[in-house]
Structures are given as C-alpha cells and as structure tokens.
C-alpha cells in the first residue's frame, strides 16, 4: 500500500504572532508539549513497524513545530527509513537547520512562509539560500494580502529563479482585491489563481480515505483535516479497513492540501512528485 498521511499531532503554539492566525504567540505549557513530543514519536515508530506499506507525510502543525528538536528528529528518522517515500513539513523557517545535514535530502521537503511582520526578508532569504545550498527540496510562500507586495516583489526578486513562490489566496479577500492586486499575485505566482476557488467537492472522488488521510497525535484516522469524522484509528489492529474509496462529503475544497487531491481536478499533473511540498512539476517551464 501506498499512502499518504497528514500528520497533526497537539502543538498548537507559535514564536510568530501573525493577526489573521488563531495560534499566534501562543504558548503551551512543559507538559503539553511532552505530550505533543510522545505522540509524534509513538507516530514514527509506527511507521517504522510497518515496512510492508509505503508512505508519504506531511506534517501540517497548528503553529510551528521545526523549533522543537523532536520535529527535526522526526524528519532525521523518518527520511532514513526504507518505507518513507517523503518526509515533508510546513513551516515559517525560523529554525537553525543545522539538523538538516542528518537527514537523508532525497526524501525531506520543507513547505515555508515567509511571514513580513516577524522576520526581515533578508533573514527568511538566508534560510532559504541555505536550504538551496543544502539541496533540500522546498516552496516558498506568502498569504495574499495586498499590503505585503512589496515584500512579496522582493522576495521574488532575490529567490533563484527555480524555486516556485506561491500565493495563498485570502478567500475573504477576493471580492476586495483591484485588479492591478491579482495581476501582481498572478505575475508572482503564475498558479496563483488555482488557489482562489472553492471547489466543488460534494459527490465527487477524492484520494483523501483511500490513499491520504488525516492523523493526530492520538492517531486517529480522519478522511482529511476539513471532514471531523473519525474513521479509524491507526494504532487499531484494523485500521487498514477504514481505508476505501468514497465521495466527499464536504460541498466545496478551498485548500491546497485538500482540493489537490479531488480527482476530476488531476492537480497530480502539475504538482506530481511535488504536491506535498507545494511546487510544480517542472517549476520552470511554469516560470517561463
């Protein structure tokens, strides 16, 4: 079996405190994040039991996890493992990345945002040329408010051209975006406008239950993050049966690590092997 897992586990703190974010400089205490650190590496060793199947992980933390050491070890030990395909994280890249140099490149992935208010882009640059200069495979992005464009023109600007900056759109903004607003985003992030629907979802086929799922740090199963109901729990002897093909339940996807996997959208011919990490299949021919 080949699947993929997004991974939530019970951090929901952050060094960052960005006003549109509910986790925003929030902090947890010695003993959640103990709790946090036991459930993900319980998780890991999971896999690790597991050599039949092979995965695909993308941790997608409420908050940022790569300033714990227990998230850089994770990624250490799961991009050494036979059975691990991709080993890939969101993150706002205010890690030392010394770590990196521990794990096995071909298999790790960073998904980064660059957040203007919290750290100078010159600093953000320096992680990303670092990354580059590491050959680690990673996206860099942005949210899509209007008021960071300059930041966002020079970030383009000193990023080497074959690494893919994308645009989150803001969904509530859109109605109050001019249009010079989604030219730039556009001229930025040439996909910049794949982001900016809600997708019809209801009834339609999606991978998410089948070959991608939802875990948290409890490990039970969720078809995906934005459809609450449990469907099985991966430390279950069974769990595997919670796993078919069914249609979504949901009226519309708006969000990239959701709407790529709906089927009729065949996002996999853009992002193909990048799709966890968020960049393109052939970035280049995008870019030109």
């Avoid at 998410?208 to 409890?218: E, L, P, Q, R, Y």
Wanted: charged share 20%; with cysteine.
């Amino acid at each position: 079996m080949y699947l993929t897992i997004l991974y939530r586990g019970s951090l929901i703190s952050c060094n960052y405190g960005c006003e549109y974010c509910p986790f925003a400089k929030r902090q947890q205490t010695a003993a959640e994040l103990a709790i946090d650190k036991q459930s993900l590496e319980k998780f890991v060793n999971w896999i690790s039991q597991h050599p039949q199947h092979q995965f695909s992980i993308l941790f997608t933390p409420w908050g940022e996890a790569l300033i714990h050491s227990w998230y850089q070890q994770a990624l250490v030990k799961l991009t050494h493992l036979p059975n691990v395909n991709k080993a890939a994280i969101q993150t706002n890249l205010s890690c030392q990345l010394d770590w990196v140099e521990e794990c096995n490149k071909d298999k790790l992935a960073i998904w980064a945002t660059f957040h203007s208010e919290w750290v100078s882009c010159d600093r953000f640059l320096s992680k990303c040329l670092q990354l580059n200069h590491q050959n680690v495979k990673f996206s860099v992005g942005v949210v899509g408010f209007p008021k960071f464009k300059s930041e966002i023109a020079a970030l383009r600007q000193e990023l080497p051209n074959q690494i893919y900056l994308w645009i989150n759109a803001v969904k509530a903004e859109l109605p109050n975006l001019s249009p010079a607003d989604r030219e730039f985003f556009q001229s930025i992030d040439p996909l910049y406008e794949l982001n900016t629907k809600h997708y019809p979802s209801f009834g339609h086929s999606c991978r998410a239950g089948k070959s991608v799922i939802s875990v948290d740090g409890d490990g039970t199963i969720r078809r995906c993050h934005f459809i609450k109901s449990p469907i099985g729990n991966i430390y279950d002897s069974d769990w595997e049966t919670a796993l078919y093909e069914q249609p979504c339940t949901n009226q519309t996807c708006h969000c990239h690590i959701g709407y790529v996997h709906l089927d009729y959208l065949n996002m996999n011919q853009i992002f193909s092997s990048g799709l966890l990490e968020r960049i393109p299949d052939d970035w280049t021919i995008h870019k030109s």
